[in-house]
């Protein structure tokens, strides 16, 4: 088992950066295939990075690539989301998550642990 707590979601004007984290408890944390997620009211909860099954590679959605950094630490058991030049449209619930065995890391329901979301606020 492994619990994922986000941080560092809040209110930042257009063009302006944040950087969310994502730390892990357990032992086998890098072991986990993990990615991040957002749901905006009203929608569907949306891949936004991730990494391959290896955790060589980092991939990234259309939205956000260029513009979005993906990194984990695994000496601190942490995964980061580091989000630069935002928009307003990036305002949404932000979630990490690790799965184990599942494949397709673009879709949700590949994995098997979350986080409780942090809101983040892009104001125009």
């Known amino acids: 088992q492994v619990q994922l707590v986000e941080s560092g979601g809040g209110l930042v004007q257009a063009g302006g950066s944040l950087r969310l984290s994502c730390a892990a408890s357990g032992r086998t944390f890098s072991s986990y295939r993990m990615g991040w997620f957002r749901q905006a009211p009203g929608k569907e909860r949306d891949f936004v990075a991730g990494f391959s099954w290896s955790g060589a590679s980092t991939y990234y959605g259309d939205p956000v690539k260029g513009r979005f950094t993906v990194s984990r630490d695994n000496s601190k058991n942490t995964v980061y989301l580091q989000m630069n030049s935002l928009k307003p449209e990036d305002t949404a619930v932000y979630y990490c998550?690790?799965?184990?065995?599942?494949?397709?890391?673009?879709?949700?329901?590949?994995?098997?642990?979350w986080g409780q979301g942090t809101q983040v606020t892009v104001s125009s």
């Open positions: 998550a690790g799965r184990v065995f599942g494949r397709n890391m673009y879709a949700s329901r590949e994995y098997d642990y």
